[in-house]
């Protein structure tokens, strides 16, 4: 199984849960003016991502936990790395890191909400859309 095909790398690449090879997005997540904007469907296997109206609100509960872990994370590096900072810094720094990524955040968090719901079919790009 090639790197392409692992569920960390459709995870975090945003693709297709179900064929891997698909984009999930629109466009990159950083583009405002389609900001973490979901294809109707797979361009590749052609699945439907919207399995009822406002799927992807149940992203948020990922979201949140993804900003917690980059909010720990950072935290965590700023003791590795020797940072003299007091309280009020290191908020000034958590709240940049999440700042900064929260395009990222709200799109993987996207990807992983759907990776939840969908299954990998390693020939479903081969198939007929439906």
């Known amino acids: 199984m090639s790197i392409r095909r692992t569920y960390l790398y459709s995870v ?3 693709k297709c849960p ?19 904007k979901v294809h109707d469907a797979c361009p590749s296997c052609h699945v439907k991502y919207a399995m009822e109206p406002s799927f992807f609100t149940g992203s948020m509960y990922v979201s949140y936990a993804v900003g917690v872990a980059l909010a720990i994370a950072t935290y965590l590096t700023t003791l590795v790395l020797g940072w003299e900072l007091g309280p009020a810094e290191i908020l000034w720094t958590i709240v940049g890191v999440l700042l900064l990524l929260m395009p990222y955040i709200g799109a993987v968090s996207k990807s992983i909400w759907a990776h939840f719901f969908f299954a990998y079919e390693p020939k479903a790009n081969q198939k007929q859309p439906s």
């Open 12 to 14: 975090l690449f945003l």
């Open 18 to 36: 179900r064929c891997r090879q698909g984009d999930l997005l629109e466009s990159h997540p950083y583009r405002i003016s389609k900001m973490n």
